[in-house]
């Protein structure tokens, strides 16, 4: 949600506890009302990682581009994912300023941000003015719908990602979501349409510097490419892994594989590990109060986002933790996290993926990401917005279980007009038919059309009061 229908939806106060609440280590200087440091960020303390096949020096901190900063058409009642189209200025004033502060691994994909990020970032890069050999570029072959499975739409869309990136070679080259689909899916995608083969040969030529794939779903297909190590030698690979999911994956999502595991296997084989989701899609930051209290007491001064990211870069198998930072807020904080990162107590670690992760698991927050791969929905509707808003209410303690409940007003009045600012009424959940063509797309395996139809009947009685 963009800052300002973020503030008018929570209102100036809560805007600005929530803020606050993601405020910066006080280690540069002071902090201004919005709970944002305003002192040097260091340009010379960031931490790196060499990849042992390569000897590629890969700042911990990776800028994940899959959620860019836009310029809005209309105002918010009429807020149309249509309407955005990438603030290009600003990305490239982000990315300049991650460059100068040591960030040097971008991530892309065709699929990000409707098909625009990939041309984004490549302008962006270019309009830095480092030279080519300054920063390592990953994307993917994000062949995930059928009529994208034949070969040559395959090299199609590896051609046009070194076209739009403004490249002769990608650094990182990833297979896009092996495990949706199981062994089947990953079989039509790239091996019995040769396209594998095909990537193989051009890191041979030099094209990719890096292969590797990305692993959501179905882990039959993460350990079938591990246990042929031998011939394909990835070079890297992309994971889920948060303090939540190392222990706990099939509690928010029962197709999740537990990072504990899915990391233990790479760093058997010395793979390193490129990692998504060290904040759960923002739900790691957006939590419940008393949660963000529990945070708050260890380390007062610490960002909420910061304890995430400090857990997934502690671990020594790691090569870069990827996050998605739309706002220059997002981006100085993690810049002060890993410039240079702090890792975690042994203690500390054990206690974010027991006491916090339990605790954590025992709100009913449904398990969106916001990776917009459900969009667009073929009758309209914001699927991610529906489910982030639902999500910010269980939060808040705006989901009432019953009229019996002592906040039950005060929370009925939230949940309803934050749900009519949040998600135009054309494109809210009682207009989802359930055809399911949102499921197969969902790298969380979430059941879309069963949850849309239980939050509609929940605005409905709120409606009603009949709850």
């Known amino acids: 949600m963009e800052r300002r229908y973020f503030i008018k939806t929570l209102g100036t106060g809560a805007a600005t506890v929530a803020l606050a609440s993601c405020g910066l280590r006080k280690k540069d200087g002071e902090i201004d009302p919005l709970g944002h440091h305003t002192g040097d960020i260091p340009t010379d303390k960031m931490t790196y990682r060499e990849n042992p096949t390569t000897g590629d020096r890969v700042s911990l901190l990776g800028y994940g581009m899959m959620r860019l900063p836009n310029k809005v058409g209309g105002t918010a009642s009429n807020h149309n994912e249509s309407d955005e189209e990438i603030d290009q200025e600003e990305v490239n004033r982000l990315v300049k300023f ?26 962006a890069l270019k309009a830095s003015g480092y030279a080519r050999d300054k920063y390592y570029i990953a994307t993917k072959l994000s062949n995930f719908s059928p009529e994208q499975w034949p070969y040559k739409e ?14 002769d070679y990608i650094d990182y080259l990833l297979l896009h979501g092996i495990g949706m689909g199981g062994m089947e899916a990953f079989n039509s995608r790239y091996i019995d349409n040769g396209l594998l083969d095909y990537l193989l040969q ?27 190590q031998d011939y394909f030698h990835w070079d890297f690979a992309q994971i889920q892994m ?10 928010t999502n029962a197709r999740n594989t537990d990072a504990e595991y899915l990391y233990g296997e790479l760093e058997k084989r010395g793979i390193p590990a490129v990692i998504m989701e060290p904040l759960l899609g923002g739900r790691l930051v957006n939590m419940p109060n008393h949660i963000v209290a529990t945070l708050k ?6 960002s909420v986002a910061s304890w995430a990211f400090r857990y997934a870069g502690t671990k020594p198998g790691v090569m870069t933790v990827l996050s998605g930072m739309t706002y220059m807020e997002h981006l100085e904080d993690n810049l002060r996290t890993f410039s240079p990162l702090q890792p975690l107590t042994t203690e500390e670690q054990e206690w974010l993926e027991t006491d916090v992760a339990n605790l954590y698991v025992s709100y009913p927050t449904i398990p969106c990401n916001d990776c917009k791969y459900c969009m667009p929905c073929p009758y309209g509707l914001d699927i991610p917005a529906i489910l982030l808003h639902y999500n910010k209410c269980v939060n808040l303690g705006n989901v009432p279980e019953s ?3 002592e906040n039950y007003w005060k ?41 849309l139809q239980r939050i509609d009947s929940f605005v409905e009685k709120l409606k009603q009061n009949t709850l």
């Open 297 to 302: 007491q260890k380390r007062p001064e610490d």
């Open 154 to 167: 395959g090299v199609k869309m590896f051609e046009d990602s070194l076209r739009y990136l403004q490249t």
């Open 242 to 251: 948060n303090y939540v999911d190392w222990h706990l994956a099939d509690e």
């Open 411 to 451: 929370a009925r009045r939230a949940f309803l007009i934050g749900y009519n600012r949040s998600v135009p009424r054309l494109r809210q959940a009682i207009h989802c038919i359930g055809c399911g063509r949102c499921v197969e797309h969902c790298p969380q395996r979430i059941n879309i059309p069963r949850e």
């Open 202 to 228: 051009q890191r041979k030529a030099g094209r990719i510097r890096n292969l590797g794939f990305s692993y959501h779903g179905d882990v039959e297909v993460f350990d079938y490419l591990l246990s042929k």
């Open 403 to 405: 009229m019996q409940a």
């Open 98 to 123: 991650a460059l100068d502060h040591g960030v040097n691994y971008f991530d892309t994909s065709p699929a990000y941000c409707r098909g625009h990020s990939e041309e984004s970032t490549g302008s």
